[in-house]
């Protein structure tokens, strides 16, 4: 009943040009050619001319082979049975298990109505003071975790999989040297976390048109679990392959680039990802985190620029620490005044302190004299650096919080953090005592 | 332009299609897309030959080559009438309340919903009579919205001087029906309803002058009013860094601004900040007017993942709905957050049509499109004398958060009051992050004059201390130096910051503004007398705690009184001993 078409007329890059009749655009195809059939997503018509951006890459491709559309754009199967399995970019297995053809759903529907919307409310419990305390992570944020080639980002991640209260999660790899997948598997399995996971993996030998049905396949799959009621967090690492793959996609269909040789796009595609985190009025919610790596440590290169517009703050992991400055969830004021009174006053004065340590710091390697001042700063700054910064704790928000009255205590005198009178009444150690 | 005119498909490339025409087009005409059983909103853009380059205004995936377009012969129009207030638009005026109701969680493609409900009926009061000679713009009569008279004009489209030669009585009456008959210069007669059409992109003049504006719009913020403020009927933009607070400064500004209408466009950002608007607003009341937030605004909402080319439109509609209360005599404050995504709307399309490239590929006509976007701005005398404005304020996202890129610069030119953010203020959780050393207003303050100006002073002092105290260390810095640095660390902690969380310093009115900056410019004059840094370090201290308290305290409480009294104590041991 389907017609093979079989004149290829043009192969660049990853996109081959066919001509053929009555084709919807974002149709997908069947490219059949002796290495096997390959998926293919049509992005462009003109007259008769369809191109096509294969899947598997264009590598074999001949002019005589034969090519079919299907008729339907991306679908990818969802549901309880997807829990536990890992699949590549275009949603074949990878852990041997049975291919999946239940509940269908097209990748990248349409927006949420902003009116369906609620604002988020529920704290994501990490155990990780820097998280907790500093930057809380919410429902339905979305958040990238910016850093560069080397920091333990992945690590990162695969401690929130394991350790956020959520109830599913989906990991979407983009790009990642093997080692890095089997680091995720292997740790999500050895910590029991896989069969509450959901893997989608491109691995940097993959060809790179998957890399870019990544992003897509995981939040379709998330949207369903969240539309029945789950809290579901997205982990993607890494966006900036993603956005690599992008590049390379527009640069073959001869777009005019913008930035760096980014598409002038770049904004609208990230955030038409970005945005499918949402908190539901009547059903579940998508929460998430996205490793962006900068080129050369550089938070103005258009990727991770584009992102902070969009995402709702950033994590900057830098020499192994989420750094305080720079790092922001813009949510956190929606949950952090709901948790325990003292928490933003413990937030607020604790960074404007480090703030100041860090300029002692620098005073302090010119040379300069240290006042008495410069002294408590010094102190404090390392005790900070040391009991909150540290990926190592793992301890929940109330124990975080007293732990920094405790090291204020330690280093200050009430009036010298300008904490107002009635919460150093109510908090500062000793004080109910005496 | 008769009949119906159509044409076919011939090339999709992302949200453009270009369509094949035999009879007459127009530049910017709304079209329609037949797929299937949807029918899909597009506008023109370019035209070649007997091709046709239209922006659609939905995804198109799906669509094929040779599909039925169908031409509407009109421009894109936005309905102006009641019932516009508390409600929230898309780009294309269609009300989401409405499509939630009817589509569920999702945007459906393809669905076009009235902007105004057709079945509800207003309370129509005529002001004109049987024989008054009327023009575009003129009042006939008004109906309650909310709080406001709602006049309903004469539609700015006519041409001409009318004569009135029927007005209905007091009645209930729904937007389409007659209030009024006028009759033309050559006889003919003509109806008016409660609502009518405009193109967004042709600004409203049915005005009789614009006029230079003076006085002062109140946000509330103390930065902005006391030393960068904006004035009813100016401009001004908020660039900055992601980060760096602009979406939060445009909420509280939304909130406590001294306007009678606000029309928020959120274009291209983050659905969720809408969101907390939209949610808060009808719970929040205006303490001016006793009635909630909500039914003083209109949103306009597309979101960064809502189709690129309706974003586009946003601000038009945007802009054309804040002019339509200003014919009212009202005073409508526009924010648009954030203009850079319209330009990037403009980048898509431009790269799409393959343009030659300007600056970061940015179209040549950027530029002449931000500043007729400003223009709209203004404070105009409409014919029946009564004052109207629309003051437009920007959120600019400059790429890299470098202000020399193409949006900012275009936009500096034109705006009159600058609020540029600053990565290190919030880093260094300052906020506003204005920055106080860059931003600039070409309006005048409520603020004396003199006292501002030392104010601005002591903070390009107070900076060039810090800087050359990071050099030469704190001992190498005299005294006296250190003392103004402290001063205008002082100034910029307890008047320049501002606790968007706490309720009462969240926004300090007029009143309150002068009473406290005077007092903070006597302290920035007095003559302290310290023995030493530690000791001048320790009273500052202790001196930003007390204000700080003092900031919280309701204006004119017993407890504004109290923590007055306490600092003024605290001053005078000081002053009194040098």
């Not at chain 1, 040297?177 to 893997?199: C, H, M, N």
């Not at chain 2, 057709?118 to 004109?128: K, L, Q």
């Not at chain 2, 309701?554 to 923590?563: A, C, M, N, Y």
Request: contains cysteine.
């Amino acid at each position: 009943m389907q017609k093979f078409y079989s004149n290829i007329t043009q192969i660049v890059g990853d996109v081959i040009t066919v001509e053929a009749e009555n084709v919807g655009n974002a149709e997908l195809a069947q490219v059949i050619t002796r290495r096997g059939t390959s998926l293919a997503q049509v992005i462009r018509l003109d007259e008769k001319k369809v191109f096509l951006q294969v899947f598997a890459g264009s590598r074999g491709i001949s002019t005589g082979d034969r090519v079919r559309f299907l008729g339907h754009p991306m679908r990818i199967p969802t549901g309880e049975m997807l829990l536990g399995r890992i699949f590549n970019g275009s949603g074949s297995p990878l852990d041997g298990g049975p291919a999946l053809d239940e509940n269908l759903v097209e990748v990248g529907g349409p927006p949420v109505n902003p009116v369906k919307r609620i604002i988020p409310e529920k704290m994501i419990r990490t155990g990780i003071p820097m998280i907790d305390v500093f930057n809380s992570l919410v429902e339905s944020q979305k958040l990238p975790v910016f850093s560069i080639a080397g920091e333990p980002y992945n690590e990162l991640l695969a401690r929130i999989a394991i350790q956020a209260e959520v109830d599913i999660i989906i990991l979407g790899g983009m790009g990642l040297k093997y080692d890095d997948y089997l680091f995720f598997k292997e740790t999500l399995e050895e910590q029991g976390a896989l069969s509450r996971s959901i893997v989608f993996m491109h691995t940097a030998a993959d060809p790179i048109v998957e890399c870019l049905l990544v992003p897509d396949i995981s939040l379709a799959v998330a949207e369903n679990f969240a539309l029945a009621g789950k809290r579901v967090l997205v982990l993607l690492t890494d966006m900036s392959n993603f956005c690599d793959a992008l590049k390379v996609i527009s640069i073959t269909m001869e777009q005019i680039p913008s930035n760096r040789g980014y598409p002038g796009d770049l904004y609208s595609q990230l955030a038409s990802r970005y945005e499918k985190a949402v908190d539901f009025d009547t059903a579940g919610s998508i929460t998430i985190l996205a490793a962006t790596t900068m080129p050369g440590d550089d938070v103005t290169h258009p990727i991770p620029d584009n992102t902070g517009y969009i995402t709702e703050g950033q994590f900057y992991l830098k020499n192994g620490v989420i750094e305080p400055f720079g790092s922001l969830s813009r949510l956190k004021q929606q949950v952090n005044g709901k948790t325990r009174e003292d928490h933003r006053t413990i937030m607020d004065t604790m960074i404007q302190l480090f703030a100041e340590y860090r300029e002692t710091l620098e005073k302090q390697a010119m040379g300069f004299e240290m006042s008495a001042w410069d002294q408590k700063l010094l102190k404090y700054g390392r005790l900070f650096e040391k009991e909150m910064m540290s990926l190592e704790v793992n301890i929940p928000l109330e124990k975080a919080l007293d732990l920094g009255w405790e090291i204020l205590h330690q280093c200050f005198s009430p009036e010298e953090t300008g904490i107002k009178r009635s919460m150093i009444d109510a908090y500062w150690p000793g004080t109910h005592e005496g | 332009m008769t009949g119906l005119r159509k044409g076919r498909i011939t090339r999709i490339s992302g949200n453009m299609v270009t369509v094949r025409f035999d009879s007459p087009v127009m530049q910017n005409e709304v079209a329609y897309i037949q797929h299937g059983k949807e029918r899909l909103k597009s506008e023109i853009i370019r035209v070649r030959g007997n091709l046709a380059e239209m922006q659609v205004y939905e995804d198109t995936s799906g669509l094929k080559i040779n599909e039925e377009v169908e031409f509407t012969g009109d421009l894109l129009s936005v309905e102006l009438g009641p019932g516009m207030l508390g409600q929230i638009f898309d780009g294309l005026q269609n009300p989401l309340p409405d499509l939630a109701a009817q589509c569920g969680f999702f945007l459906k493609r393809g669905i076009y919903m009235e902007a105004l409900s057709g079945s509800e009926a207003w309370d129509f009061t005529p002001v004109a009579k049987a024989g008054d000679k009327v023009r575009a713009g003129d009042k006939i009569g008004f109906v309650q919205e909310k709080m406001f008279r709602h006049y309903c004009m004469v539609p700015f489209s006519w041409e001409g001087f009318f004569e009135v030669v029927f007005v209905e009585g007091p009645g209930k009456f729904t937007k389409n029906q007659a209030i009024a008959h006028l009759k033309d210069e050559k006889g003919n007669v003509h109806h008016v309803s409660l609502c009518q059409r405009w193109p967004v992109k042709i600004p409203i003049r049915a005005y009789r002058e614009k006029l230079k504006p003076t006085e002062p719009l109140v946000t509330k913020m103390r930065l902005i009013d006391s030393l960068f403020p904006v004035a009813r009927g100016g401009t001004y933009c908020i660039p900055g860094p992601f980060g760096a607070g602009k979406t939060v400064l445009q909420q509280l500004i939304s909130k406590h601004a001294d306007a009678d209408v606000v029309v928020i466009a959120a274009c291209g950002e983050r659905a969720g900040e809408v969101v907390e608007t939209i949610k808060t607003f009808p719970t929040l009341v205006d303490p001016k007017t006793g009635h909630p937030l909500s039914d003083r605004t209109v949103i306009i909402c597309n979101t960064s993942s809502m189709p690129v080319a309706a974003r586009e439109s946003s601000v038009y509609t945007a802009v054309t709905i804040a002019e339509y209360y200003r014919q009212m005599g009202l005073h409508v404050l526009l924010l648009a957050d954030s203009t850079s995504r319209w330009a990037q709307a403009m980048r898509e399309m431009s790269g799409r049509l393959e343009e030659i490239p300007g600056e970061e590929a940015f179209p040549a006509y950027l530029e002449s499109h931000i500043a007729s976007f400003y223009e709209r701005a203004g404070l105009v005398r409409l014919y029946d004398g009564a004052l109207g404005s629309v003051t437009i304020g920007g959120a600019v996202s400059p790429a890299g958060g470098n202000f020399e890129e193409p949006v900012t610069q275009a936009t500096l030119k034109v705006v009159g009051a600058f609020h540029g953010l600053s990565r290190s203020r919030s880093d260094a959780r300052r906020y506003p992050a204005i920055d106080p050393l860059i931003s600039w207003s070409k309006y005048r303050s409520f603020i004396d004059q003199e006292q501002k100006e030392r104010g601005q002073w002591l903070l390009r002092k107070g900076n060039d201390i810090a800087q050359m105290m990071r050099v030469v260390g704190e001992e190498g810095t005299s005294l006296g130096d250190y003392l103004d640095y402290l001063k205008s660390e002082f100034f910029d902690f307890v008047y320049l910051q501002q606790n968007a969380f706490d309720p009462v310093d969240e926004a300090t009115p007029e009143e309150r503004q002068s009473y406290v900056f005077a007092f903070i410019d006597e302290i920035i004059q007095s003559d302290f007398s310290f023995s030493n840094k530690d000791e001048a370090l320790h009273f500052f201290q202790q001196l930003r705690q007390l204000f700080r308290g003092w900031n919280s305290a309701p204006w004119q409480s017993e407890e504004f009184e109290r923590t007055e009294t306490e600092i003024r104590a605290l001053l005078a041991e000081r002053t009194k001993a040098g």
